[in-house]
């Protein structure tokens, strides 16, 4: 009950027809840029586009302007390639920013 208390209580904003590649974030989020709030973590959930070639890759620089606007930046998409794909976060700073994989964890104990 608790967790699903914590998810109903999570903002959650639709954005359809959003060119990542060359968005800016304004242009997906424009409420939450605006606020002047840093968000703990921003969670972006997309199909397969990134995997199956839908979308150009999302550059680091472009995704790097998240990060003014929250702690975390996480990238979820519902089918991918590989397992490594499925859940990444942009970390880093500067030259040393790069998408790190957090789906490589063994699920086997949840089943």
């Known amino acids: 009950d608790k967790v699903l208390e914590r998810l109903e209580a999570i903002p959650t904003t639709w ?3 959003v060119d990542f590649p060359n968005a ?6 424009s ?6 709030k840093k968000a703990k973590a921003i969670v972006v959930h997309v199909m397969d ?14 995704a790097a302007q998240w990060l003014k606007i ?13 397992k490594r794909e499925l859940v990444q976060e942009l ?16 699920s086997s104990t949840l089943l």
């Not at 800016?24 to 989020?29: F, G, K, P, R, T």
């Not at 586009?49 to 472009?62: D, I, L, V, Y």
């Not at 970390?91 to 063994?106: H, T």
């Open 31 to 36: 409420q939450t840029a605006s606020t002047g």
């Open 91 to 106: 970390v880093g700073s500067g030259q040393d920013l790069a998408w790190r994989s957090l789906s490589e964890w063994d």
């Open 24 to 29: 800016e974030v304004d242009e997906v989020l």
């Open 15 to 17: 954005t359809v027809g």
């Open 49 to 62: 586009m990134f995997s199956s070639g839908f979308a150009s890759p999302w550059p680091t620089r472009r």
């Open 70 to 82: 929250t702690e975390r930046l996480i990238v979820v998409q519902s089918i991918t390639a590989t």
